[in-house]
């Protein structure tokens, strides 16, 4: 299975701190990609950095690609209570790009 | 603009029953695809279409068959339901594959009794 993981599954923190959270993924990627999911809801599409990237912001988000460790990991900044939700990255892996590998996702709780 | 839209959202089928999950997206999209997710397991690629008339087997293909007549609309359809496919449903588009970000419609849960 090209499936990559998250790591940890879940994490809880309090309302301010920061959360990290890393993916490993199996081939060679063209892109990476990190998804949230609320709970009952579908995937909404965060953020997209590309295999010659190495780092990525957008607002209260930073995503860093270490390809050479076939790693990712999202870092959310001052957390709100909002956040709160499951994260998935997600790979167009093997050469194929008509398609994205999703992990297994990392649960995140931000108590208020 | 409504984006991706699921219906129905809620089914629940007797074992060996048939049904269609219908999937349209407004957005002109010409990559399509059908995902089931299961608790502990992520998202996994059941069948998916790069166009429309075209339809190609993802991760875990058997027990379901897909059409893409019209290039807004994907089904998914289920010709004799198992427990096994209980599940919930996502649909998503893309512009161009896995180079852009897909669009999640808002899934439909089927139990299957």
């Known amino acids: 299975s090209q499936q990559g993981e998250e790591d940890p599954q879940a994490l809880s923190i309090q309302e301010g701190e920061n959360a990290t959270m890393n993916c490993s993924y199996k081939?060679?990627?063209?892109?990476l990609q990190w998804y949230r999911q609320n709970s009952g809801r579908g995937l909404v599409h965060l953020i997209l950095i590309r295999s010659n990237e190495r780092e990525k912001h957008s607002g209260r988000l930073r995503v860093t690609l270490d390809t050479s460790k076939k790693s990712s990991s999202l870092l959310i900044t001052a957390s709100r209570a909002a956040d709160t939700a499951s994260y998935f990255c997600?790979?167009?892996?093997?050469?194929?790009?008509?398609?994205?590998?999703f992990g297994t996702g990392t649960l995140l709780a931000v108590q208020p | 603009n409504a984006g991706v839209t699921q219906t129905p959202k809620f089914r629940v089928l007797k074992t060996g029953q048939s049904m269609t999950l219908l999937c349209a997206q407004d957005?002109?999209?010409?990559?399509m695809y059908w995902y089931r997710q299961d608790p502990g397991m992520g998202l996994r690629l059941i069948h998916y279409s790069v166009g429309e008339g075209t339809t190609a087997k993802g991760e875990v293909p058997d027990g379901y068959n897909v059409s893409r007549l019209k290039k807004q609309n994907f089904l998914l359809g289920l010709e004799s339901a198992a427990p096994s496919q209980t599940s919930v449903y996502f649909c998503?588009?893309?512009?161009?594959?896995?180079?852009?970000?897909?669009?999640f419609g808002s899934g439909t849960r089927l139990t299957v009794v």
């Open positions: 997600a790979n167009a892996g093997g050469g194929a790009t008509n398609k994205l590998i």
């Open positions: 081939t060679s990627i063209n892109n």
């Open positions: 998503a588009s893309s512009l161009q594959g896995g180079n852009y970000g897909y669009t």
């Open positions: 957005m002109n999209h010409e990559y």
